[in-house]
């Protein structure tokens, strides 16, 4: 579902056949953001270029400059297991994850020993940061602390589960009412603090809708 961009920078510089003895500078290691949306759909106008079900501007805007991939699927029917999946690089018949309860640094025998995406990043010299639904909650443990994250996992306000009322699938709700708009804040907040700081980071923030 989601892949790790590779940046491998080569440059020669030739002249009359012979090496140059300029020397070339090092280029800067990248910045991350990984964004996770729960059960995200293909009504999103930049699949489904005609549709007026879901109005996106913003997503279709930035899927004009982006890769879109329209062959990417999902490893597992459920959260969790997929989640599982491509935070680990592992398929769910690898993971034996395929609930909302295992996770796969439960996976005998060395599953607690794999390196997931996160925790690459912050083994390589990276601040690793986030907050909301990147792993499904509690599976793994903690979030995956103290392996993905160079600091504590912030989740997000509690959901005001009921707020529209007994099975009414929506209802108008102000933006300060949204568990996303305070991870979209919170995310905003620590990627200018990480910039300042001069922090080379990944960060991955889950919205969860």
């Not at 794999?114 to 499904?136: D, R, T």
Request: with cysteine.
């Amino acid at each position: 579902m989601y892949s790790l961009p590779l940046y491998v920078a080569l440059t020669l510089t030739l002249l009359g056949g012979q090496r140059s003895s300029a020397t070339v500078s090092k280029p800067e290691k990248p910045n991350f953001l990984m964004i996770v949306v729960d059960d995200l759909r293909v009504e999103l106008s930049p699949y489904l270029q005609n549709t007026t079900l879901i109005k996106t501007p913003n997503v279709a805007a930035f899927a004009k400059e982006s890769v879109l991939f329209t062959r990417a699927y999902t490893q597992q029917a459920v959260c969790s297991p997929s989640r599982n999946s491509f935070l680990s690089g592992r398929r769910p018949d690898t993971t034996q994850t395929w609930n909302f309860i295992d996770s796969f640094r439960k996976t005998p025998p060395d599953g607690h020993k794999w390196i997931a995406l996160p925790q690459m990043f912050k083994e390589n010299g990276y601040f690793s940061a986030g907050c909301g639904k990147v792993y499904h909650p509690g599976h793994p443990k903690n979030n995956d602390l103290p392996y993905s994250w160079s600091t504590p996992y912030w989740y997000a306000p509690p959901a005001q589960v009921g707020i529209c009322g007994n099975y009414k699938p929506w209802c108008t709700l102000a933006d300060e009412k949204c568990v996303d708009r305070h991870l979209a804040d919170y995310t905003i907040a620590n990627l200018t603090t990480f910039v300042k700081e001069k922090k080379q980071f990944f960060y991955a923030t889950g919205f969860h809708r």
